[in-house]
Nanobody, 114 residues
C-alpha cells in the first residue's frame, strides 16, 4: 500500500488549500480514508475521514471549514481547506487501516502565516 499526499504550502490566514492523497496497492473504493495532522510539538490528530459509502466525519476544530471527498476511479482522497487559521499549521498525512494495521503516507506541510 502506498499513499502520497500533496498540495501543501504557505497560505495566509483566511486562505484556502486543497490537499490530495493518491493511493495504490489496495481496493481503494472499499476502504475508509482519513486525513490526520501533526503540529510541531503536538500529537497527531484526526482531521476527517470518509467511508466507502461516502459518509464523512470531521473533528470539531475543522467542521464547517474543511471538506473531505474521494474520487474512486482516480484512487484519490481530497481535503479542501477553507478559512485557514494559523493553528491549522501542521504536517497533513493520509491514512488507511487495512490488513490489521495502519498505513501512512508521507505528509505534506501546510503553513498558515501572514
Amino acid at each position: 500500500v502506498q499513499l502520497q499526499a500533496s498540495g501543501g504550502g504557505l497560505v495566509q490566514p483566511g486562505g484556502s488549500l486543497r490537499l490530495s492523497c493518491a493511493a495504490s496497492g489496495l481496493h481503494f473504493s472499499l476502504n475508509t480514508m482519513s486525513w490526520y495532522r501533526q503540529a510541531p510539538g503536538k500529537e497527531r490528530e484526526l482531521v476527517a475521514n470518509i467511508t466507502s459509502s461516502g459518509s464523512t466525519n470531521y473533528d470539531d476544530f475543522v467542521k464547517g471549514r474543511f471538506t473531505i471527498s474521494r474520487d474512486n476511479p482516480r484512487r484519490t482522497v481530497y481535503l479542501q481547506m477553507n478559512s485557514l487559521k494559523p493553528e491549522d499549521t501542521a504536517v497533513y498525512s493520509c491514512q488507511v487501516f487495512l490488513r490489521g494495521r495502519n498505513f501512512w503516507g508521507r505528509g505534506t506541510l501546510v503553513t498558515v502565516s501572514s
